[in-house]
């Protein structure tokens, strides 16, 4: 895959663990079947567990083309998946995560760790730079994200936010809200 061909391919950030409640991984398996069936390329974490692994399996068992991205430090710890279509592995994180950013036209942030934290700040904030202007989506979960979203509010209501953070994030409630958001029903 060009890495300059973005059409069609989603970043998906989420953990490498799979968290305690069982719904996280059932939608993580619905978003990568979904996005699979619909003829959208995935780009993700690179790993084989967790959440990650679930959406990696998923897309693979439904057809789908995904492009791990691990970074070499993390290869061991996450331990790559050795089935993707394609896999990339990165000198470190910071390549990682701009390598994902590159190579996609939105992104589906699921449950996860600071690792996810991290990637879903970095995207706001390249937005709010103009660095790029990705769609950012929060499959929410068993209301994973309520948290963050009402402290989002608070740093905007505050004064430390350039704008809306509705202009910048879309809260999806299901796997359905996250495909209607991305145009992927047809």
Known sequence: MNGTNIANTIAV????????????????????TALAENG???????????????????????????????????????RQHDTLSELIVTENMH??????????????????GFGTLDELFEMLTWNQLQIHDKRILLLNTAGFYFHLMEHLR????MGFLYEETTKSISLCNTVGEVLDRLQLKR
């Open 13 to 32: 950030f989420c953990g490498s663990k799979p968290g305690e409640n069982p719904a996280f991984e059932t939608d993580a398996i619905a978003l990568g």
């Open 40 to 78: 959208y390329r995935i780009i993700y974490g690179g790993g084989n567990k967790g959440l990650m692994g679930a959406v990696a399996n998923a897309a693979l068992g439904s057809g789908g083309y995904i492009t791990g991205v691990i970074p070499e430090v993390l290869v061991k710890w996450e």
């Open 95 to 112: 390549h990682r995560k701009q390598t994902m950013y590159e190579r996609c036209e939105a992104a589906v942030v699921l449950p996860g």
């Open 154 to 157: 608070n740093m905007q209501e």
